[in-house]
């Protein structure tokens, strides 16, 4: 068996599916996108794709190795996610190939179900205890919110007092025992992100989310110091080499691998099984569409330090079209008690409609991160 051909769709709201095909005629999906530059990881996904057909794409393990190894410049966002994509596809066609989910091919399961969580407010969130709580009575038992607009290297306490009344709302319409994990997305830093890690113990979150921009990691060490809130940190990062510092340092308590961002499930599944032997959970990215969902929870299945699951179904970014739209069973995803069940189909264990993505593909999008500015005109971390 040959990989003989790929096509790539550029789908609403901000994805890009990668469609690879056998000389047999096997299908794998992959979605190898980074947010706001589809189009510049579309380019890399088709530079590294005509080096390997041809090649059996049962060896992944050494196609993974080629496509990352032989160019003299390696890993960051665009080659990551480009090779995270070929990578996921790979592994959908490796199980069709043997009627298997991939966990199958990764060990098997270690659980049933993985816990997930969904987004509330956006990325200026102000009214969210009414909107956590609509999710609550859905079956979510635990959200995800951005902490804060962006601040100052120094800002006032009512920022502060903005944040902790944002996160009480929550508290206090959903009870003690929901789950909130409060990103501060990198955008605060060092002396704020100290202040709030202190003020937010009280409500006892699930997690803090990039507390440090991750070229700061270090930071995490004065802000651990702060706090007993368990730190969450890992979706700007790209590979085990990253990764293996931030676990030594031992700072982090929950790591996020992004599994369409980090070379995909060849390397995420090594990544989370670095965290396990640091004592360290993990909770994957996946702010992205239904093949990066499904290839989550196929390392999820799998491995024991696995704790809960970022989905997008229903996230603010998701305009025109949500994850549920592309695949043709949309009980996969059926959310139960603030779980999912693991995906026991063959491949990645979803069945994408084609010929939907094609007739979205024709609309595309061309979905850009926002630029923000300070009050004095200076831009502000994303």
């Not at 090779?83 to 199958?104: E, F, N």
């Not at 990764?106 to 509330?120: H, T």
């Not at 060092?190 to 409500?203: D, I, R, Y």
């Not at 921009?213 to 809130?229: K, V, W, Y």
Request: negative net charge; proline residues 5%; aromatic residues 8%.
């Amino acid at each position: 068996m040959k990989i003989k051909s790929y096509e790539m769709f550029t789908v609403p709201p901000r994805w890009l599916f990668l469609k690879v095909e056998t000389d047999d005629g096997l299908i794998g999906w992959g979605e190898p996108v980074i947010e706001g530059k589809a189009a510049t990881v579309k380019a890399a996904v088709a530079e590294l794709m005509d080096t390997i057909i041809g090649k059996d794409p049962m060896n992944i393990e050494g196609i993974w190795n080629e496509l990352y190894r032989s160019g003299f410049y390696r890993g960051g966002p665009i080659l990551m996610s480009a090779l995270a994509g070929i990578d996921q596809a790979l592994w959908d066609i490796k199980g069709k190939y043997y009627d298997a989910p991939v966990h199958q091919l990764l060990g098997g399961k270690a659980r049933e179900k993985i816990k997930v969580y969904s987004w509330v407010g956006g990325d200026r969130p102000q009214d969210v205890g009414a909107a956590a709580l609509e999710l609550k009575n859905t079956g979510i038992t635990a959200v995800k919110m951005n902490a804060t607009e962006e601040l100052q290297y120094i800002d006032s306490y009512s920022k502060v007092d903005e944040v902790l009344e944002r996160v009480a709302s929550i508290r206090e319409a959903c009870g003690k025992d929901f789950g909130i994990g409060i990103d501060f997305h990198g955008r605060v830093h060092k002396p704020m992100a100290k202040v709030l890690a202190k003020e937010l113990e009280q409500f006892r979150p699930m997690f803090l989310e990039e507390p440090a921009l991750p070229e700061n990691n270090e930071n995490l060490r004065d802000i651990a110091m702060h706090t007993s809130i368990p730190i969450a940190t890992g979706e700007r990062m790209f590979s085990k080499w990253q990764f293996k510092t931030l676990l030594q340092d031992g700072y982090v308590d929950i790591i996020q691998p992004d599994l369409s961002h980090a070379g995909g499930i060849t390397e995420c599944k090594k990544i989370i099984s670095m965290a396990e032997a640091y004592d360290v959970a993990a909770a994957p990215h996946c702010p992205l569409g239904p093949i990066a969902l499904a290839a989550c929870i196929q390392v999820d299945a799998t491995c024991h330090n696995a704790v809960i699951q970022e989905q997008s179904l229903g996230i603010h970014y998701n305009k025109g079209n949500d994850i549920l739209d592309y695949v043709t069973d949309a009980s996969v995803f059926e959310y139960t008690k603030g779980h999912v069940e693991v995906l026991d189909k063959p491949g990645l264990g979803i069945e994408i409609n084609e010929d939907y993505v094609r007739e979205r593909s024709l609309v595309g999008h061309n979905w850009k991160n926002p630029v923000w500015k300070h009050e004095d005109g200076s831009i502000a971390e994303w």
